[in-house]
């Protein structure tokens, strides 16, 4: 069965650093999505993104986060200058028509 | 509010049924969803109702919808102690989906 699959599983990076999480989605799928949970909290939204370009954002994605779709297959999230509290879980989900399926996550850790 | 809310603990003999409730905010939610999350893992879903239908059925799960009231349960029948997650109420708003605060099921011997 197709699934949504995420790349790294744990990211350990120092404040300040870029990191980019990577997101391969189902393969027929056109929506895209982030959302992220921090330890101990409810999954969050963060962004919807569509056609190439991003249809819906929350407040938490400011201008330090940014995605792309770099190629075909690729879905990427970019936090410019990580900061303590963007340690969380960041989820990637893909859709078809109605329902959102969700990856493994990735653990992102700043130290 | 705006929360999708539910408890957020439950225990549970094994062999019995464990039923988790949600109550959630959007009247125009056109899915509720219930999605499993065990230890260090990501989020799995369970089931989804559509919002025209009562309840649906699937194995061990029931999940039954009272529009009016807008409360979502999700019954698990004969709960094993593979059933012990978190579980996550949530419903499309738009085009994302908003989840509860999850309720852990921890189940008894």
């Known amino acids: 069965e197709p699934e949504v699959t995420q790349t790294p599983s744990h990211q350990v990076t120092q404040m300040g650093q870029e990191v980019i999480l990577r997101c391969v989605p189902i393969?027929?799928?056109?929506?895209f999505y982030w959302y992220r949970q921090i330890l101990g909290q409810k999954v969050e939204f963060l962004v919807s993104f569509y056609n190439n370009e991003i249809s819906e954002k929350s407040e938490i994605f400011d201008d330090q986060f940014s995605v792309e779709r770099p190629d075909g297959s690729n879905f990427t999230l970019k936090i410019r200058s990580t900061k303590l509290e963007d340690s969380a879980m960041y989820f990637c989900a893909s859709r078809d028509t109605d329902t959102q399926y969700f990856g493994p996550g990735t653990r992102l850790t700043v130290l | 509010g705006e929360d999708v809310e539910q408890s957020l603990f439950l225990s549970v003999r094994e062999g019995d049924s464990s039923v988790i409730n949600c109550t959630y905010t959007d009247s125009s939610s056109t899915y509720l969803y219930w999605y499993k999350q065990e230890p260090g893992a990501g989020l799995q879903l369970l089931t989804y109702?559509?919002?025209?239908?009562d309840m649906k059925q699937d194995q061990r799960l029931t999940v039954l919808l009272n529009k009016k009231d807008k409360h979502l349960s999700l019954r698990i029948a004969d709960t094993q102690t593979g059933d012990s997650a978190i579980y996550f109420c949530a419903e499309s708003r738009d085009d994302k989906i908003i989840f509860g605060k999850g309720t852990r099921l921890h189940i008894l011997p």
């Open positions: 393969s027929n799928h056109l929506y």
């Open positions: 109702i559509f919002s025209n239908m």
